[in-house]
């Protein structure tokens, strides 16, 4: 029997650490549960971090967006599942369930991905990346593509986040998870926040010793927010309620 290499499950058990104050599961986390998944999978199908490296080539994350269906509880066992949709050119889509134990949705995501040089830091082709998928798993969790993150013009000052060692991954950038807690801490809610939706671009990489300003607007509907440096737009989130 031929092994599915098109979809990869992996189970955590989550943690009191895992919830907010509130008892939500924090957005770092479900990016932290997206993000092992993808790399346990991209290391089976002999494209991970390592073997990329070889070919002077790194992953790199452009948008990542994900919709609470109904919150996990603590101590909860879930399966993270992944698969990749089909490539174009360029462009590289993941997809992502968290389920129960019984199989019930919890949380669904996308994300969008490229790959570059990792000397010179361009987008560079990457032929037949998935060659040991033979069949693309069809199951999309947006029938809509990851559309921008709408800009808005900030006012007054933002909150001022240096990017510290520990905030740093493999590529020696800010890892795609922190950003969800930078946002977060902008907005420094004493309120608890019912999160359905949030998409996050990423627009610039961030690096150790960076500082960004982090600006934000909320409405009736949700929050929209960005991190800055010298006016140039590191990051861009949508949070809907």
Known sequence: MTENYSVFSEKHLLKASDFDCFGNLA?????????????NHAEKLGIGFEEMLAKNLLWVI???????????????IVTVQTWPKKPRRLDFEREYLILSESGE?????????????????????????????????????????????EDF??????????????????NNHVNNAHYADFVLE???????????????????????????????????????????INDATMFSCRILF
């Open 27 to 39: 957005p770092r986390i479900i990016l932290e549960l997206f993000a092992s998944a993808a790399k």
């Open 62 to 76: 452009l948008k990542t967006k994900f919709d609470i269906i109904k919150n996990p509880a603590k101590d909860q």
């Open 105 to 149: 949705v919890l949380i669904k995501g996308s994300s969008q991905w490229a790959v570059i040089d990792s000397n010179t830091r361009r987008l560079a082709k990457a032929d037949n990346v998935y060659y040991k998928i033979d069949e693309f798993y069809s199951k999309q969790n947006y029938e809509e593509k990851l559309l921008r993150v």
């Open 153 to 170: 013009i900030p006012f007054g000052k933002g909150k001022k986040i240096k990017m510290l060692r520990c905030h740093l991954d493999s």
């Open 186 to 228: 902008a907005i420094n809610s004493a309120e608890k926040m019912n999160i359905r939706q949030m998409q996050i671009d990423f627009h610039k990489e961030l690096l150790e010793g960076d500082t960004v300003e982090v600006f934000y607007q909320k409405d009736e509907n949700g929050i929209l927010a960005k991190g800055v």
